[in-house]
């Protein structure tokens, strides 16, 4: 079996402080912004950002987000090179063992996801996102927080892509009744659910607590299908990260996911299901 690890409990080297493309990135906003003969309280004013976050930038103890960088290419001047940087430092603001992850599912053609311990990222609001980040432990930094929130928000530009993705989740119904950030955070969830599940290339079924057979007992995992029409796996567990490649292994959780949706409930029942969770909260 092909397997590719990545743990975040055991840091590369990439993601310490002062080291990969943030701090590249970070010495060429530096050197552009010599070059411009800018000072930092100038440049941050034109930016709209204090001379403490563009020093953090510069000495790469900051990850840059996305309208930063797209601005500091226009005050600059830079012609492109800030901004060619701007998928990589996408990347950056992710946990190290979930960056291959996020590339794959950004190009993807078809994803099949089942849920166990929490709604997946794709269809969570920002306040039940935010919720998950400030119940991680250890706990996270203000500013981790609001990088791995943004970074999750844009993921959801996937629903919005053209050509649309297939998608399909099953969903244990723990899952949903489990009230992250509270009954009114986990209403919202349920509603952005629901307006998704709408969409005709999206499909959404829930695993009642009540059946007794579960094909899919060894926990959650993402099938892929990339823009190359390969189809790949993927398992997270505890921070920790697995890409299949291996094609007998691949089609085993083909099959297993295949039969979870026949055991679960359809997308129409589910429909139902949530609307009826959504007037007991």
């Given amino acids: 079996m ?54 953090s930038i510069e000495q790469g ?8 960088i797209e601005k500091a290419d226009e ?77 999750r928000m844009v993921r959801q530009e996937i629903l ?12 244990e119904e723990a899952v949903l009744r489990r009230p992250i950030g509270g009954q009114k955070v986990m209403r919202e969830t349920l509603e952005q659910i629901l307006v998704t599940s709408q969409s005709r290339n999206v499909e959404v079924q829930v695993m009642p607590i009540e059946r007794e057979d579960n094909a899919a007992l060894g926990g959650p995992f993402t099938l892929i299908d990339t823009d190359k029409g390969q189809r790949l796996a993927y398992a997270e567990v505890q921070d920790h990260s697995r890409i299949y490649t291996d094609a007998a292994y691949v089609r085993t959780l083909e099959a297993r996911y295949g039969i979870l949706r026949s055991q679960a409930l359809t997308p129409s029942e589910s429909v139902a299901f949530i609307e009826q969770l959504m007037g007991d909260t």
């Avoid at 103890?61 to 930063?68: G, T, V």
């Fill in 75 to 151: 005050v600059l001047g830079a012609g492109g090179v800030l901004t060619a940087l701007k998928e990589e430092m996408g990347r950056a603001q992710y946990p190290a063992f979930f960056r291959d992850m996020a590339r794959l599912e950004a190009k993807a053609a078809a994803l099949n996801l089942y849920a166990v311990y929490a709604v997946p990222g794709l269809l969570q609001t920002e306040d039940y996102a935010r919720a998950v980040f400030h119940m991680q432990r250890p706990l996270l930094e203000d500013e981790v927080i609001e990088q791995r929130l943004e970074a």
């Fill in 2 to 55: 092909t397997v590719r690890d990545e743990e975040a409990g055991q840091r590369r080297p990439e993601d310490e402080p002062g080291t990969g493309v943030v701090t590249a990135f970070g010495r060429q906003l530096k050197l552009l912004r010599v070059r411009a003969g800018l000072e930092r309280p100038e440049f941050g004013k034109r930016m709209g950002y204090s001379p403490e976050t563009v020093a």
């Fill in 160 to 171: 919005c892509r053209r050509p649309a993705p297939l998608m399909s989740f099953v969903i």
């Fill in 61 to 68: 103890r900051r990850i840059p987000q996305a309208r930063f």
